[in-house]
C-alpha cells in the first residue's frame, strides 16, 4: 500500500479467475446459470479466484457458503442444484426491498439494510450469519463494492479487508466482519435500501 514501509511482495498469479458483474436479481440469476454451466463443463473445480460486486456478490456468496458440501466426481460437483441452484432460485422469488425498508423505517434501532442483511441470512445462509475468515481457502473469494467515504473501491476478503485510499487492515481482526457485508452493496443501490457501515480499526490499517 501507498505510504507503508514494508517491502512490496510480487504479484500472485492465478490459473483460472472468474468475475461477476452487478445488476441485482438478475445479475444473479445469469451468474447462477453461468456457475452451473461451468460445473458441467468440469471449470467450476479449477477455478482459482472469484471477483464479484453487486448482484453478482450475491450469486458467488451463496456459492463461497455452500462451497464445503458441494460434491465434486471427476471434476463435477454432483449436487450442485440441491445446494446452490435450489437456493438462489427460491431466492429469486423473496421481495427484498420493501419489507426490509419499511421495517428499517419504524425500528430505530435497525435500518433498511440492516434488515436486508437478515433477509438475506434467513433465505440464503440458513439463518446463520458466516464470516469472512470462514470462507473457503480456495477458491480465493474477493468482494468488491463502493465505498462512499471515499468514492473508491473497496475490497473484502478471508485475507483483508482494503480501501487503497484508506488502507489494508489484515489478520483475523479484519477478516471477522460478517460476510453478508459483501451481498449488502446489490441492495444498497436502490432508493429504499442505504449503505451498511464497515469499521476498520485505525490500528490495523496500514
Known amino acids: 500500500m501507498s505510504g507503508s514501509d514494508e ?3 510480487p504479484a500472485e498469479r ?3 479467475g472468474l468475475c461477476l458483474s452487478g445488476g441485482g436479481y438478475r445479475a444473479m440469476l445469469f451468474h447462477a446459470g453461468s456457475l452451473a ?3 458441467e463443463a468440469g471449470l467450476l473445480a479449477k477455478l482459482d479466484m472469484i471477483s464479484s460486486v453487486s448482484g453478482g456478490s450475491i450469486a458467488s456468496g451463496v456459492l463461497a457458503y455452500v462451497w464445503p458440501r458441494l460434491v ?3 471434476g463435477v460437483a454432483v449436487n450442485f442444484k440441491v445446494e446452490y441452484l435450489d437456493r438462489i432460485l427460491a431466492f429469486s422469488q423473496v421481495f427484498a426491498d420493501g419489507p426490509s425498508f419499511l ?3 419504524f425500528n430505530p434501532f435497525s435500518s433498511a439494510a440492516e434488515e436486508a442483511a437478515k433477509l438475506y441470512e434467513r433465505h440464503l445462509f440458513d439463518g446463520k450469519s458466516p464470516s469472512l475468515k470462514e470462507l473457503p481457502g480456495s477458491p480465493w473469494f ?3 463494492a463502493s465505498n462512499l467515504s471515499t468514492g473508491s473501491l473497496f475490497r473484502m476478503s478471508n485475507r483483508y479487508i482494503a480501501d487503497y485510499r484508506i488502507g489494508l487492515s489484515s489478520g483475523a481482526s479484519a477478516c471477522d466482519r460478517s460476510c453478508r457485508r459483501g451481498r449488502i452493496p446489490a441492495r444498497a443501490v436502490t432508493a429504499a435500501i442505504g449503505p451498511v457501515a464497515v469499521f476498520m480499526e485505525e490500528r490495523k490499517a496500514r
Do not use: A, D, I, S
Open 7 to 9: 517491502p512490496e511482495k
Open 14 to 16: 492465478y490459473q483460472l
Open 37 to 39: 454451466r461451468l460445473n
Open 72 to 74: 465434486f466426481q471427476n
Open 103 to 105: 421495517k428499517g423505517v
Open 142 to 144: 474477493v468482494f468488491c
